[in-house]
């Protein structure tokens, strides 16, 4: 059997600091790069999607929504039936 020997620890010790260090100065360089980059894509996503849409909602967009909610409203009228009865209790000290 193999033992375990106090300089392999200080080994392995030593590379998970290593790592974790070098991991956390390379975010703190490249982080904001990276934040900046994945912002200017969202954003010109929201922006394509602002201008395919004419910028404001049409009428025909808006008919959509009010056809969708009149759907949902007609599927949502289903009769609830009581599953108990409620008990109002006291807490006793």
């Not at 790069?33 to 910028?55: C, D, H, P, S, V």
């Amino acid at each position: 059997m193999q033992e375990a020997s106090l300089v392999g620890l200080v080994k392995t010790l030593l590379i998970i600091l290593l790592i974790y260090f070098g991991l956390k100065i390379i975010f703190k360089w490249f982080g904001p790069l990276i934040l900046k980059y994945f912002m200017k894509k969202m954003g010109e996503k929201a922006f394509r999607g602002f201008t395919q849409n004419g910028g404001f909602p049409n009428q025909q967009t808006q008919q959509r929504r009010e056809n969708n909610i009149d759907k949902n409203s007609k599927n949502n009228k289903k009769e609830k039936k009581p599953v108990g009865e409620y008990i109002d209790y006291e807490e006793i000290d």
